[in-house]
């Protein structure tokens, strides 16, 4: 694969709020990466916006061709299968590990789990972010801007326009800021 133009990487941890990003994208007028595969269920009523050959990078990146100009849903593990030889804008989402851990459990239908328990999953989480991030600062293909969930949702134009600039794409911010549905943040 040659260099083209840039492939935008919605990423970050699960239940961090990359479905919605991808759904805002995809409202505001960016080609989106989707097979949907994997429908919309309580858990994200709008869709995940997944790709499953993306879980298969590693052995077979084919599906990147089509990237180059689209948005796609890479989670944060995946992120090191990404071929060194095109560029990636990523907007890694990022949200409150607390709400993280609630948000899982809630969607896999446990019962709460213990303080201890949860600590245990959250340094776990941080773990993974923070290899992640250094991993990424070393990465001259890579571009990061981070997207704090909580801003997304409460100043929700400022984060559009951030956005736009970032990715450097011509979308409707109102249709990505009507896409924000803050009933759906359940989870705090």
């Not at 991030?133 to 409460?154: A, C, M, Y």
């Not at 100043?155 to 009507?178: E, G, P, W, Y």
């Amino acid at each position: 694969m040659r260099k083209t133009e840039a492939i935008i990487i919605v990423s970050g941890l699960p239940r961090s709020g990359t479905s919605l990003m991808m759904q805002m994208l995809h409202a505001g007028g960016m080609p989106v990466l989707t097979d949907n595969m994997r429908t919309a269920d309580t858990s994200n009523p709008r869709g995940y916006f997944e790709l499953e050959a993306v879980k298969q990078t590693r052995l077979n990146a084919a599906w990147l061709a089509d990237a180059p100009g689209r948005a796609v849903k890479v989670i944060y593990r995946l992120l090191y299968d990404l071929p060194e030889n095109l560029e990636y804008r990523v907007l890694f989402m990022r949200r409150e590990l607390r709400q993280v851990v609630a948000s899982q459990q809630a969607m896999l239908g446990k019962i709460a789990a213990s303080d201890a328990e949860n600590q245990r999953l959250m340094a776990i989480f941080q773990r993974e972010l923070d290899a992640v991030d250094l991993w990424l600062k070393g990465r001259s293909n890579f571009t990061v801007l981070d997207v704090p969930h909580e801003q997304l949702i409460n100043n929700t134009l400022h984060q559009v326009r951030q956005i736009k600039a970032f990715v450097n794409h011509s979308l409707d911010a109102a249709a990505m800021c009507a896409a924000v549905d803050p009933q759906l943040y359940r989870r705090k």
